[in-house]
Structure formats: C-alpha cells, structure tokens
C-alpha cells in the first residue's frame, strides 16, 4: 500500500480509496470507540521499548540544564526554600493538632475517611504528544500493570491528568491544562463548585489555567483559595488538588464569577507520575 | 523494481519514520524552543513527497499518520488524513525537485507545517470557539513552523543522501534484470 509499485492506477484513485479508508476509520472509532487495536501492538513492541531508552537521553539533556544555575541564583533559591521550610513546619504543627481534633471527632460521628490513602502506583514519563497542540504524554505502565482508561493521575500533591488510552505497556495521559480538557472542580474553603478547563492560550502566556460559572454569592472566594476536584465529578476522584485561584472576576451574567488559576503540578519537568489506581463509582 | 529493492525502501523509510518519531516525542521536548518541539514527521512526509512523487509521499504520510494516531488519545484516523494530503500535496512539486537546491525543499516544509497548525486549529479550536486566532498564530504556528524549517536543513540532507542511494539502487536492481 505504501509504496510506489509496478501499478498505472492514477495517484489521485490512491488518495481517494486511502481518504475513504481514513474517514470510515474515523467513524469507526467514533462510534465505537475503535482505536487501532490490532496494529496498535506494534506500537508496544518497536516505540515503547525505545522511547524508555531515549528517555534517559532526555533526563541527561535537561539535567545538564539545570546545572547552569549560578552560584548566587542558588544560594538565593536555598535562603528561599529555607524560609518555606520554617512557615511549612509551623504550619504543620498547628495542622496536627487540628488533624488529631478532626480524628476524634470523626471517630464521635462513626464517618468514615473520605480522602483516605487511595491504592496509586508510580510510573515514568517516557514521551510527550506528537505536537504543539495538546498537552499529552505516554507513561511506561499499561494494562499489564492494571492501569485502565479512566483512571486519574496525579505528581506531587496536584493532579495532573487522566489515562485516555491503555496499551500494554504504555499509557497516554492527557493533562489538566490541555485545551480540550475540563474538570469539574470545587473551592476548598466555601465548597463551590466550578469548571476547570485546561487553555493553551493562558498556559503558554502565564502558565495558569482558567475555571469558570463559579457560583460566589457571598464573595467569600479570594485570590489564593485552593480549588480541587468536585464530589460530583464523574471522572475524577474527589479532593485532589488542582491549583490555587490566581485570578477572579464577575461574570457578564453577574450570577456566576470565572477566572484562572495556577495549578500546583509542574508540568514543564513532570518525569515521575503517580497513577491511582481506585476509579470513581458513578453507578453507571 | 524487483521485490528485494522495495522491500529495502520499506525498511529504511520505516526506520527513519520510528526514528523521527522518537526523537519527536522523547529528545526533543527537552530541547524546547519557544515552547514549541519541530516537527519531524512533517519534515519526512514533506521530503521524501517532495522527492519521490505522490505515491511514495501518500505511503510515507500513511504510516507517520499511523504512528501519530497510535499515541494521540483522541479519534483514530485524523493525523492519517492531514499526514496523507500533506504527503500527497509535496509529491505534485516533485516536477520542481532539483538535488542540491535548498530552497524549494524548505519553503514546502514552511509551508506544509504551517497548513498542519492551521489544520489542527480548525479541527480542535475553532470549533470549539476558540477564537484567538492570532495569538496561535503567533505562539503556536509560527515558532514550529521556523523551528521545523531550522532543523530540516540537517535533516533533508540525510534524507537527500537515502534518495540518492535509493536511485543508485533502484538502477543497479533494474541493470541486473537486463
């Protein structure tokens, strides 16, 4: 089929019979959600391997990179990160005691944890989308180490994305802030609900996302404000953290408020992934 | 042409497209300009249309297609189609193709990739109101398609030495018949 045989038969016949296969294909995998099984192995036996490989090749790259930071920028970074340190361990003594609070008072009321540890399993970045588009990337675990579609991956405390498509031994995860991507996320302090749709547009301008038809009635979201996935979301688990509000206004309506927001996963040098591997029951 | 010699041209093209394939989606994004990563893919249907004629530029178009469709996640079929015509597309300027001229060749790469941006912006933006047009044009379209024109230049001088050998080959198979 792909090369240029003894045949006469016209090239514009070629591209006609090729166009039609392509769009039965299309509708094939719209209807069914058809996606190349039989000549997708292929895919596990030459690119996966390979691209584990290669993988390194890049980590050498962008580690070399990193190492072009002056000594100043460095020291300045530590005196930072130093602070932090010292704000995040007075935080936590505080959240402790609020922690061992909540525990009797869960243990009082008989709920069960509803952000009890879920079951995750690490796996690597191997590859990245094949363009400029979309905000894709291939990890090195599939069905063979039980990773379904569907299933919710996160790096760090943030999330980060969605299994969309499982091969044996690799899956591509599309990510939070891909333009096509929505989640339906909640705010932390006031249980607000709202949409959180990924955006080439403000990701590469600012690197933040935007969230939408936040309803606000009493003016109590601020700029700062954790947002994490809803309870009512029928993809994601609930509670993982997907940003912090970074940006809010009304809306033309004046009912509903949208803005953006900073997500927390640092997705120019995501390299270790997390997949968890519970999937949210919709009853479906 | 004899079996032997196009089953060869399939092996090497195929290699070449696994190669550029993984060098896409694994070196490259680390090697970011711009944030944008150039397109290889477009540059080897582009090049080997360009120089061998519509058919091989379909073929060749038809498997980069495959192995892109393979990871997108999303419909099954549409990089096959936008591979396809762009390879058809640089086959029709094959009556143009002079060796050693650098000239045309990136011009069409230029060309072929931006098509592809502004293909892609219509399928999956502009349809969803997406309407920002020209800041993709300008963050997007533009950087890839200076970014892809940059590295072919190495690029289509190794592809432009495999078509030469494969000349040279398909001679010497067709002097042995006679």
Redesign the interface.
């Known amino acids: 089929?792909?090369?240029?045989?003894?045949t006469s038969l016209p090239?514009k016949y070629?591209?006609m019979g090729?166009?039609l296969v392509?769009?039965?294909?299309?509708f094939?995998?719209?209807a069914t959600g058809?996606?190349?099984e039989p000549?997708?192995s292929?895919?596990n036996y030459?690119?996966v391997p390979?691209?584990k490989g290669?993988?390194y090749?890049?980590?050498i790259?962008?580690i070399n990179?990193n190492d072009t930071k002056t000594k100043e920028q460095l020291i300045a970074e530590n005196e930072q990160l130093q602070k932090k340190i010292d704000e995040l361990s007075s935080q936590i003594t505080t959240t402790r005691l609020e922690q061992s609070e909540l525990d009797t008072l869960q243990e009082l009321y008989e709920l069960d944890k509803q952000y009890s540890s879920y079951k995750k399993t690490g796996a690597r970045v191997?590859?990245?989308?094949?363009?400029?588009?979309?905000d894709?990337f291939?990890i090195n675990k599939g069905s063979s180490s039980g990773i379904k579609k569907g299933m919710n991956v996160i790096a760090g405390s943030g999330l980060v994305g969605i299994v969309?498509?499982v091969g044996k031994n690799h899956a591509?995860v599309?990510s939070i802030i891909d333009?096509?991507n929505n989640v339906s996320g909640m705010v932390l302090s006031t249980d607000d609900n709202c949409i959180v749709s990924g955006s080439?547009?403000y990701m590469?301008?600012s690197n933040m996302i935007t969230f939408s038809g936040l309803e606000d009635k009493n003016n109590k979201v601020s700029v700062g404000d954790s947002i994490v996935t809803s309870n009512i979301s029928n993809q994601y688990l609930p509670g993982l953290l997907i940003g912090y509000v970074s940006e809010i206004s009304n809306d033309t309506n004046k009912l509903t408020k949208s803005g953006k927001l900073t997500p927390v996963a640092d997705f120019k040098h995501l390299q270790d992934v997390l997949v968890i591997l519970d999937m949210k029951e919709t009853g479906k | 042409m004899e079996m032997k010699t196009i089953l060869k041209q399939v092996m090497v093209v195929f290699i070449l497209i696994v190669v550029c394939y993984l060098m896409q989606t694994t070196i490259f994004p680390h090697l970011e300009l711009a944030g944008v990563v150039p397109n290889f893919l477009v540059i080897l249907t582009t090049s080997l249309g360009l120089m061998r004629g519509t058919k091989y530029g379909m073929g060749v178009g038809f498997t980069c297609g495959l192995v892109a469709d393979f990871f997108s996640g999303s419909l099954f079929g549409i990089y096959i189609l936008i591979y396809l015509y762009i390879g058809f597309l640089s086959g029709l300027f094959k009556k143009l193709f002079y060796g050693d001229d650098l000239k045309l060749p990136l011009a069409l790469i230029g060309t072929c990739d931006i098509v592809y941006g502004l293909i892609i912006y219509g399928i999956w933006f502009l349809v969803r109101k997406q309407f920002a047009f020209g800041y993709y044009f300008i963050h997007v379209i533009m950087p890839e398609a200076v970014y892809t024109v940059l590295v072919s230049i190495f690029l289509y001088y190794i592809i432009l030495k495999i078509n030469q050998w494969f000349d040279k080959d398909e001679k010497r198979s067709r002097r042995d018949l006679v």
């Open positions: 089929m792909n090369r240029k045989g003894r090239s070629v591209l090729l166009t392509c769009v039965m294909l299309l094939a995998s719209y058809y996606s190349g000549v997708r292929i895919s030459i690119f390979m691209q290669l993988d090749v890049g980590d790259i962008s990179s191997i590859g990245r989308g094949s363009n400029n588009w979309f894709t291939t969309t498509d591509v599309r333009d096509t080439l547009k590469t301008s």
